[in-house]
């Protein structure tokens, strides 16, 4: 068996958007509906353990039961969101948040090997299509044959759902294909479905556990700039490259 597909996470993976993307901008939704909420860092890092913007939302109003002058049904969470989506838009169009360190220069090694691309996020096909449009320009989607993204799947990470409804469409086993993600959420869900997985720790991933990984990485690595490795086999490589992932996954076969 040979390596076909990478799939990448979008959220912490591709770019560290949950701090100065999703937090800011859920912040500045608040504002606008004048709701006197306020998530700092520390909260967000709390809330994280729900993926998906309107679960967080749900959840975050059940568990700490803020002031409201009225109760919120699904469809007002829907449009908080909904405004959260369109600040979050705005602030990657503004170019405020690039891609992480080797993400570009792996997207391309592997599109010059022949190695397919997908996508399976718990964020929507918008901030995907925003995310990737503002740093690789307006074919950045094209590069990947799939984008799995946010409510296509009826329950988000860590379930399988939306890693088997990739390798669903791109017609893959898991076998054949590796994962790259930045949380625990995220990483069970890969595993879950079956996939190999290389994690690249992100802003508030730091402490999570990732047994059974690849490789886990401070960051995908660039010439400049060699990765840190926090867990995995000792190597020469210093950063992800398509033969250090065909090496990690022929290892495990
Ligand atoms: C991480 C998430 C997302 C974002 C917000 O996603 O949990 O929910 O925080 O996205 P990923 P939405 O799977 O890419 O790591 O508000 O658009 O749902
Ligand atoms: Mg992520």
Redesign the pocket.
């Known amino acids: 068996m040979a390596l076909k597909a990478l799939i990448f ?5 591709l770019a560290n ?2 701090h100065d993307g ?1 937090l800011k901008a ?1 912040n500045e939704a608040f504002e606008f509906f004048g709701l006197d909420w306020y998530w700092d860092s520390e909260l967000y890092g709390e809330l ?1 353990s ?7 939302l749900a959840y975050y109003i059940k568990k700490y039961e803020p002031v409201l002058k009225t109760p919120l049904s699904s469809n007002d969470i829907a449009e908080i ?1 909904s405004k ?2 369109d600040i ?1 838009i705005n602030k990657i169009a503004e170019g405020s948040i690039s891609l992480r360190t080797g993400v570009e220069r792996l997207i391309n090694e592997a599109m010059d090997n022949n190695l397919r691309l997908g996508i ?5 096909f918008a ?1 995907v299509s925003a995310i990737l449009e503002s740093s690789l320009g307006q074919d950045g989607l094209k590069n990947f044959e799939i984008i799995g993204a ?1 409510d296509v799947v009826k329950n ?2 860590p379930s399988p759902e ?1 890693y088997d409804y990739v390798l669903e469409k791109m017609n893959l086993n898991p076998d054949d294909c590796i994962a790259i ?3 625990e ?2 990483f069970n ?1 890969s595993t879950a479905s079956g996939l190999k997985t290389v994690v690249t720790l992100s802003e508030y991933t730091m402490t999570n556990k990732f047994e059974g990984a690849l490789v886990v990485l401070d960051h995908l690595g660039e010439e400049d700039q060699p990765f840190q490795m926090v867990n995995g086999m000792p190597t020469n490589h210093t950063m992800v490259s398509v033969d250090f992932l065909k090496e990690l996954y022929e290892c495990t076969n």
């Open positions: 996470d979008v959220d912490g993976t958007t949950e999703h859920f994280l729900v993926s998906g913007g309107k679960e967080r969101h959260k989506t979050f399976a996020t718990t964020t929507s901030n946010g988000k990470k939306i993600e930045d949380s959420i995220g869900s």
